[in-house]
């Protein structure tokens, strides 16, 4: 009762504790919303949120459209890329007020999807009724797709205005008859002139010193030429996961006993069982299937492209087996099948009868009807050259039914690759002037052979592969000694800890934030992330599992982003005040004011430059020199230069003559020119400076 009554007595402090309680309550959940809203944002652009969501989908659209061999931070990076683009520009188009009517939307999404085969009618051209329903049904069975489809819609309208912006920005670009009379002057009016170059390489680098202090004064005076990215060095060790010689020797053995026939007691039937061997199998093809990691290939190696330690199978007799030998990746046993002699160039034409289905067909009708129509051609034709010619040109001209195509030349050990196997079966297995049909998955060929050439030996032989991998127990003696290395790491010199190992150290410097590749493995955006992980510091080390083994990695160095240190600047700058010195040095020793004087006191020959300008200051013999040749048009004819400091040394020059240009009546054709140069500069430097003028956040290597 005591408590109670000295609660009720203290009411305006209990109030106002309530109060505070429910005010941090409320706080903490505004935090906590723009925390969530914070986390959920890939980054900025000025006060454009860049959503995550909807960025995973266009990353996601962005792989699936570039297949494959796309990796994932690629897709991110072209993403992020048109994103923060698409941001800049469009708030410069919303300032402007420019809008698009849906008319020209749609002809946008048209012009995209102008080429894709879902919405090509039977002549090849593009169906708005087949984009409809296709559109009607993602809306009404894949509403994900349909909000990818949306998303594309958006961008056309986007890219409707950014083009119209383009041109309104284009139109304002003009060239004038001071800027065509400039443009035309530095393209035609010449000087030519005597030189001496006294190169910076004629004073050793070791006898200018560059300090720290230095260099880090011309960053200061040139910060913008110097601000960096936040960077991460390391260095690594790899624990290859291959086979050892044991393991190698183990393999050999058991695949010596698939070349002959064997018994071997099988606890399946409980009973010892005979199986048959690679010399002597009936059914090659189904047995090396059976055992082999590499399918079964029927067709015929050129003996000069066997494997350096397979040669020996050409000498072999038909039936005889060869191994096991070591190839690539693989440890092999062969069986040579048979020997024969193919021209390796074959020169052929074709008609194609191609049906509904088959690659990059725009046809109709089934494959039957193509069988049938293929059929009627060929029997014609027979196997009469002449007429496979007159259909061959009747087809040609008029392709409705079927087309005639001239290949050309079909190499068996060079372009032949790249045709179907059903063609290229028919090209190698008959004789010049045969005529033919052959099926692919391109449709019906009829083929005419109409020349052939070098002739040459080539091999059918049916290979076991077995890929060469490390045992279970080399990979456990692997993952012990990288633990070992790993372990010994963090408490000894990582280098030396190497040493002991018997493994190269390989450095990686300048590492930044959304990097994937590191040289001498493969994409490996983990490692990269460990880097830049809040926590990770100056040699820590991490192990991880690669496709190449174990990789042990330790941080080396942190750069945070900003201005460049002396010590990561140093490779760009010191060249730059080294030269400096030197040319001063250069000038020092420079008494005489005659070209040909000074040449000779610095043990040099007097050169001469012909008709140079100034649109390409280029001097013959030396390169790139715009301020040197600036300088010569500054001065009168006869009339010799103080020593300049170029680009590749100190010159002296000495003008020879002067040749302006005429004048002319009008400059209109150099102005437009210009103007046309310029506005088709103006959409990249435009953006670019648009990027420079704007905040931009980038927490994209926080999810990628």
Known sequence: MAIL?????????????????????IIQGLLTSNGAAKASSLGSVGSTELDREAFARRVEATMQQRGAGTSTVQAVNSVWDAEVRDAVLNMQINEAGIEVSDEAVKNQVKSMYANAPIFLDENGQFSEIKMNTFVADLKNNQPERYQLWLQDVENAADQSK?????????????????????????ANDNRSFTFVNIPYTSIADSEVEISKSEISSYIAKNESKFKSEAQRDIQYVVFEDKASEADKAAMKSDMTKLLNSYEEFSENTNRTETYQGLNTVEDVETFVNSQSDLPYDGSYLLTSKLPATAKAIAALEEGSTYGPYEDGEYMKISRLEDKKTIMDSVQTKHILVAYAGATRSASTRSKEDAKKVADSIFATIGQSNSKFNAKWDYFNENTEVAKGEDIGWVVYSGNARNFAPGFTKFLFENDKGSVGISESSFGYHIINIQDTKAPTEAVKIATIAKKVEASKATGKQLFTDAQKFQQGAAEKDFTEVAKEFTLDVKPVKNLKAMDENLPGLQRNRSVVQWAFKEGTDIGDTERFETPEGYVIVQLTRKAEAGLMSAEEASATVTPI????????MIMDQITATEVNDIASAQGLNARAATAVNRKSPTIPGVGEEPKVVGTAFGLAEGETSKPIAGEKGVFVVKVTAIENAPDLGSYKADANEVANRTANQATSKLVEALKKSIEITDNRSTFY
Do not use: D, W
């Open 577 to 584: 005040l080294r030269n400096k010195k030197k040319a001063k």
């Open 5 to 25: 009554g000295k609660i009720r007595s203290q009411g305006l402090i209990l109030i106002l504790v309530i109060a505070l309680a429910l005010f941090a309550f």
């Open 162 to 186: 950014q083009t119209q912006f383009f041109n309104l920005l284009k139109s304002g670009i003009i060239g004038t008859q001071a800027s065509g009379e400039m443009e035309y002057r530095l």
